[in-house]
């Protein structure tokens, strides 16, 4: 190994190490906060074991999707904007339940093992994944949606025959797998009545839909806009922007192209994961355990993007990031200083995040050291740097109260 090499696995360890210090930091404060019961530091020491075990996967695929040579950049990158995330920071506080730490992890197995297999034979690649898609839904209902992610995968990929044939033998197989195993552990464990319970699930999924969609028609437009800032505000305007930025782009190349591959189910996936979990939180769910899937899925695909050398390697993006997050962790701070509380004022928040980015895009094209700086790669330096404000600003809260 080079000495540039050894220099820059040093570097990459100590960011790792320092994300995942503030993490645990940040989790702590939380929790000294909200008051937790010294009963469920089991269940707290389990989730933040699984989100560790996710921000490595999260590592892995972000190192696999990133461009060449700069997959340790990308690892990173990915991690932080993972870990640092507030809904992620909170998510195992909101509840006891850690069934959406275990799904977050179980989505991203079979992410990463689709890519390690990508070189397989068809039927040797679906085979492993029918596995893993059944550990996937064993690890929370909301990995279901893995089947309709799968779908412009298949429309859109060059060999649509044999792509039907691993849909198929995945959905199929997995399904097979998780019946056959979900009835013989319960029958050992003797709770017989909870075999078909998987069953009794999907028979009702029409009934709960019918269900919550009356309730959403009886939402009035000022508490569905108070539920949708909630759920930006858990994520980072900023993060969301740049989220969809690098998955829809993905989406459309696709289309465009008639072409798919791992990172357009990926992309899919995560889409999903959002829209699903932006509903759950207008029906008045607390958990909100789709949207740290949501962010473990994103968190890779966005790093790719910063990790590509025109990007990471100039020097004008570089100075954006640190403007964009200096203005807008000023205006934040202000607004948190004017406001109060980080749980009042959403509409001022998000507000506030649009006027940073919009000052910082002034700032930066009449600079004369960023004006080499293309348009796209000048915003997502300013979601960038915006969506690390943010976090820092919430950490800071956190680590005050």
């Given at each position: 190994m080079y000495p540039k090499q050894v220099k820059s696995w040093v570097r990459a360890g100590f960011f790792l190490f320092g994300t995942v210090s503030v993490y645990l930091a940040l989790f702590a404060a939380f929790a000294k906060s909200m008051a937790v019961s010294p009963g469920s530091f089991y269940s707290?020491?389990?989730?933040?074991?699984?989100?560790?075990?996710?921000?490595?996967?999260?590592?892995?695929?972000?190192?696999?999707?990133?461009?060449?040579?700069?997959?340790?950049?990308?690892?990173?990158?990915?991690?932080?904007?993972?870990?640092?995330?507030?809904?992620?920071?909170?998510?195992?506080?909101?509840?006891?339940?850690?069934?959406?730490?275990?799904?977050?992890?179980l989505c991203l197995l079979f992410l990463c093992g689709w890519m390690a297999t990508d070189h397989w034979s068809a039927f040797m690649r679906s085979t492993l994944l029918a596995f893993l898609f059944a550990a996937a839904l064993w690890g929370g209902a909301s990995n279901v949606w893995i089947v309709l992610a799968l779908v412009p995968w298949v429309v859109y990929n060059r060999r649509p025959l044999a792509a039907m044939g691993v849909f198929l033998n995945i959905v199929l197989g997995g399904a097979i797998f998780f019946f056959v195993s979900w009835a013989v552990a319960h029958w050992i464990l003797g709770q017989h009545q909870a075999i078909l319970a998987p069953w009794r699930f999907l028979c009702a999924c029409e009934r709960r839909a019918g269900m919550a969609l009356n309730h959403l028609g009886s939402l009035g437009a000022p508490q569905s806009l108070d539920r949708i800032v909630d759920v930006l505000i858990a994520l980072s305007p900023a993060w969301i922007v740049l989220a969809f930025w690098s998955t829809g782009r993905q989406l459309v190349n696709s289309v465009l192209e008639r072409r798919s591959d791992v990172s357009?189910?990926?992309?899919?996936?995560?889409?999903?994961?959002?829209?699903?979990?932006?509903?759950?939180?207008?029906?008045?769910?607390?958990?909100?355990?789709?949207?740290?899937?949501?962010?473990?899925?994103?968190?890779?695909?966005?790093?790719?993007?910063?990790?590509?050398?025109?990007?990471?390697?100039h020097r004008g993006t570089r100075l954006i990031v640190l403007w964009a997050f200096l203005v807008a962790a000023g205006i934040q701070w202000l607004t948190t200083f004017i406001i109060g509380a980080p749980g009042t004022g959403g509409l001022w928040r998000l507000w506030s995040a649009g006027v940073a980015a919009v000052m910082t895009l002034f700032v930066s094209t009449a600079a004369e050291e960023t004006k080499e700086v293309s348009m796209e790669s000048r915003w997502q330096a300013i979601l960038a740097g915006g969506a690390l404000a943010s976090y820092v600003n919430v950490g800071y809260l956190l680590l005050k109260s």
């Open positions: 707290l020491t389990e989730h933040v074991v699984l989100v560790l075990l996710s921000a490595i996967l999260v590592f892995a695929t972000a190192w696999r999707l990133a461009p060449s040579r700069r997959g340790l950049a990308g690892g990173v990158i990915a991690v932080i904007f993972y870990l640092l995330n507030p809904s992620v920071v909170f998510q195992g506080l909101l509840s006891s339940w850690t069934g959406t730490s275990y799904a977050a992890l357009t189910f990926a992309c899919g996936l995560a889409w999903i994961l959002f829209i699903v979990a932006s509903a759950a939180v207008l029906l008045g769910a607390q958990r909100m355990g789709s949207l740290t899937t949501f962010v473990a899925l994103s968190a890779p695909l966005v790093a790719r993007d910063l990790a590509r050398r025109e990007f990471y390697l």
